[in-house]
T-cell receptor
Framework: GEDVEQSLFLSVREGDSSVINCTYT??????LYWYKQEPGAGLQLLTY?????DMKQDQRLTVLLNKKDKHLSLRIADTQTGDSAIYFC??????????FGRGTSLIVHP | DSGVTQTPKHLITATGQRVTLRCSPR?????VYWYQQSLDQGLQFLIQ???????AKGNILERFSAQQFPDLHSELNLSSLELGDSALYFC?????????????FGPGTRLTVL
């Protein structure tokens, strides 16, 4: 199976909160990342969290990490149409080359 | 703008041909990574170079090769192309001062094999 799994699609209404979930398998992961890919562009690092943290907040973004369950989530508050993109979860193991999930396409309806 | 440049933006070629994709990393970054993004496989790590030397290898086919030059730009060579090689190819770079594992991605080269 895949090392990093995430659902492929999420549809939300503008102004609502979005929660994108991810599970990973490598318990030695030191860093967990969220990248964003806008149409026609490369991936851009949104935020990351150290494996010894439970939560990280950065403006409208909240990352929650449950290390026991190897579950990572990204919450986007007050989701805007400009947040429509593909969101990739990634985990960094010993090689420090992140393993990426397949990406979750977030669709924001006005 | 990530500071990573890739050329060409689009490439259309025929099966059996050979192409070269080019990447220039961010100023000061020593590591270059190549990824392949396709609908069925997602984002696959191909290979990493660090200061001219191969550092790590992922799911790179034998028909593919890469190198990093003294000026740190990198090229990915794809030969004996097949229809299934059609994909987006991304280059990323990293260097001192970035979080461990943080990479800066270029805009990608879209390869279409007909």
């Amino acid at each position: 199976g895949e090392d990093v799994e995430q659902s492929l699609f999420l549809s939300v209404r503008e102004g609502d909160s979005s929660v994108i979930n991810c599970t990973y398998t490598d318990s030695s992961s030191t860093y967990l990342y969220w990248y964003k890919q806008e149409p026609g562009a490369g991936l851009q690092l949104l935020t990351y969290i150290f494996s010894n943290m439970d939560m990280k907040q950065d403006q409208r973004l909240t990352v929650l990490l449950n290390k026991k369950d190897k579950h990572l989530s990204l919450r986007i508050a007050d989701t805007q149409t400009g947040d429509s993109a593909i969101y990739f979860c990634a985990e960094g193991g010993g090689s420090y080359i992140p393993t990426f999930g397949r990406g979750t396409s977030l669709i924001v309806h006005p | 703008d990530s500071g990573v440049t890739q050329t060409p933006k689009h490439l259309i070629t025929a099966t059996g041909q050979r192409v070269t994709l080019r990447c220039s990393p961010r100023s000061g970054d020593l590591s270059v990574y190549w990824y392949q993004q396709s609908l069925d496989q997602g984002l696959q790590f191909l290979i990493q170079y660090y200061n001219g030397e191969e550092r790590a290898k992922g799911n790179i086919l034998e028909r593919f090769s890469a190198q990093q030059f003294p000026d740190l730009h990198s090229e990915l060579n794809l030969s004996s192309l097949e229809l299934g090689d059609s994909a987006l190819y991304f280059c990323a770079s990293s260097g001192p001062g970035t979080a461990v594992g943080e990479q800066f991605f270029g805009p990608g080269t879209r390869l279409t094999v007909l």
